[in-house]
């Protein structure tokens, strides 16, 4: 069985309460929902957000929409996991992240049976960034999760969940997902207010022709709408992941 689980919350620094901003009417977390079913691959998602109050509006709108949600660690995101994955005893499970509205079902599925064919412990299409911000896929085993959860200990690794796996080739078997062409220069996930404006934009224009529109709508958009895409390409990938190995340093140092 392969589990979905989609790490949200509403404390997010750049841009709070992002995961509930309205989308055409409907939360963002609910649009990104909405696509992650249509994965064929997925049998089972869960909103893994944090035991903070200020999450409890996401705990509420899943309670009323009937998704499943766990309560975790609010930045021990690997314990999250860990912990949200224990019910359900998964045998696989695919890591999104509740800013990416555009989350590309194919995609999803093309990751999971690479894979799957792959044997791999680890596998994404991440590891080696070919694809917009936004279209990230991370499967992993439960063993493997397990592992992780044993044996990580730097902030960096606790709260983005997945470092550890890729910081020990030794330990796992990795594998990349390339896509066709390079185009990580492009942005469709939503950290900042420029990056939701682009993603509403694509929304008010493809979604009133076709709520299933897929990656190539979405690079067809951009193509006939260059300035748009413009909007917040010089925003920087992974920050908060950059950010944590500055403090994965600052912790070395005092220990030093």
């Given at each position: 069985?392969?589990?979905?689980?989609?790490?949200?919350?509403?404390?997010?620094?750049?841009?709070?309460?992002?995961?509930?901003?309205?989308?055409?009417?409907?939360?963002?977390?609910?649009?990104?929902?909405?696509?992650?079913?249509?994965?064929?691959?997925?049998?089972?998602?869960?909103?893994?957000?944090?035991?903070?109050?200020?999450?409890?509006?996401?705990?509420?709108?899943?309670?009323?929409?009937?998704?499943?949600?766990?309560?975790?660690?609010?930045?021990?995101?690997?314990?999250?996991?860990?912990?949200?994955?224990?019910?359900?005893?998964?045998?696989?499970?695919?890591?999104?992240?509740?800013?990416?509205?555009?989350?590309?079902?194919?995609?999803?599925?093309?990751?999971?049976?690479?894979?799957?064919?792959?044997?791999?412990?680890?596998?994404?299409?991440?590891?080696?960034?070919?694809?917009?911000?936004?279209?990230?896929?991370?499967?992993?085993?439960?063993?493997?999760?397990?592992?992780?959860?044993?044996?990580?200990?730097?902030?960096?690794?606790?709260?983005?969940?997945?470092?550890?796996?890729?910081?020990?080739?030794?330990?796992?078997?990795?594998?990349?997902?390339?896509?066709?062409?390079?185009?990580?220069?492009?942005?469709?996930?939503?950290?900042?207010?420029?990056?939701?404006?682009?993603?509403?934009?694509?929304?008010?224009?493809?979604?009133?022709?076709?709520?299933?529109?897929?990656?190539?709508?979405?690079?067809?958009?951009f193509k006939t709408n260059p300035l748009i895409a413009k909007i917040n390409n010089h925003n920087m990938r992974n920050e908060g992941y950059v950010k944590s190995l500055a403090e994965d340093q600052k912790r070395g140092k005092?220990?030093?």
């Amino acid at each position: 069985m392969i589990l979905a689980i989609l790490q949200a919350r509403m404390s997010s620094t750049r841009l709070p309460g992002k995961v509930l901003k309205p989308l055409l009417g409907e939360p963002m977390l609910l649009r990104q929902i909405e696509r992650v079913k249509r994965s064929r691959e997925i049998h089972q998602i869960l909103v893994a957000t944090t035991v903070d109050v200020s999450d409890d509006p996401i705990v509420k709108l899943c309670k009323e929409q009937r998704i499943e949600c766990f309560r975790g660690h609010a930045t021990d995101c690997l314990n999250r996991f860990f912990e949200a994955a224990k019910k359900s005893q998964p045998q696989d499970i695919v890591r999104l992240t509740g800013d990416c509205p555009l989350a590309c079902p194919d995609i999803i599925d093309d990751v999971i049976r690479f894979y799957r064919e792959g044997a791999y412990d680890y596998a994404s299409n991440t590891l080696e960034c070919t694809f917009p911000d936004g279209l990230d896929v991370e499967v992993f085993s439960r063993a493997a999760l397990q592992k992780a959860h044993e044996k990580a200990l730097l902030p960096s690794e606790r709260e983005h969940v997945t470092p550890y796996f890729y910081k020990n080739p030794v330990l796992f078997k990795l594998g990349n997902f390339r896509g066709a062409q390079d185009l990580s220069r492009l942005r469709l996930t939503v950290d900042t207010a420029e990056d939701f404006i682009v993603v509403k934009k694509i929304y008010e224009a493809l979604y009133p022709k076709n709520p299933q529109f897929g990656y190539d709508a979405i690079l067809e958009f951009f193509k006939t709408n260059p300035l748009i895409a413009k909007i917040n390409n010089h925003n920087m990938r992974n920050e908060g992941y950059v950010k944590s190995l500055a403090e994965d340093q600052k912790r070395g140092k005092s220990r030093g």
